[in-house]
Nanobody, 123 residues
């Protein structure tokens, strides 16, 4: 059973930066596609970024929501079983609970989720 744990959220002023981390348990982390999502108060959870791999350990691509392109960067360190979301030039509209997710069976569906970490950007 894979488990995910996010960290690194907090309060930051507009224009500032944060780096979120998501630590994964499990020995086959390097085979999983991993993603970041967020949910703002009163809104639906939305896609932020993804780092996609095939089941044969072949990298596919990174993808981003249009509103975060150029400001947020997803990366991973398989040796540490961790993915990151570097967040630069933050805006008040980036305020949300951020979740990481894993596609553990290469089905294209996100089947494992973390508990979330709060990011608040003040104006």
């Amino acid at each position: 059973q894979v488990q995910l744990a996010e960290s690194g959220g907090g309060l930051v002023q507009a224009g500032g930066s944060l780096r979120l981390s998501c630590a994964a348990s499990g020995r086959t982390f390097s085979r999983y596609s991993m993603g970041w999502f967020r949910q703002a108060p009163g809104k639906e959870r939305e896609f932020v970024a993804a780092h996609r791999w095939r089941g044969d350990n072949t990298y596919i691509a990174d993808s981003y929501q249009d509103s975060v392109k150029g400001r947020l960067t997803i990366s991973r360190d398989n040796a540490k079983n961790t993915i990151y979301l570097q967040m630069n030039s933050l805006k008040p509209e980036d305020t949300a609970v951020y979740y990481c997710a894993a596609d553990t069976d290469a089905s294209g569906s996100w089947d494992v989720w973390g508990q979330g970490t709060q990011v608040t950007v003040s104006s």
